[in-house]
């Protein structure tokens, strides 16, 4: 059984995840980057960074 619902592979070779409605980012080797507990998570591919949103506050975080 897989144990993911959904993987989108970006650019950079992260992965966005989706697991129980919930988001998170990995590595392309698997690797956690932000925990599977996001309600949103999108990737701004011309600034190189994420959104995520937890509850209903949104927050940019900044992945270097």
Do not use: C, H
């Amino acid at each position: 059984e897989p144990r993911f619902d959904s993987l989108a592979v970006l650019p950079n070779r992260n992965v966005i995840v989706k697991q129980n409605n919930l988001f998170g980012l990995l590595t392309i080797d698997g690797l956690s980057i932000f925990p599977v507990q996001y309600s949103s998570l999108l990737y701004e591919s011309q600034k190189n960074a994420f959104l995520v949103q937890m509850k209903s506050e949104w927050e940019s975080i900044d992945v270097r």
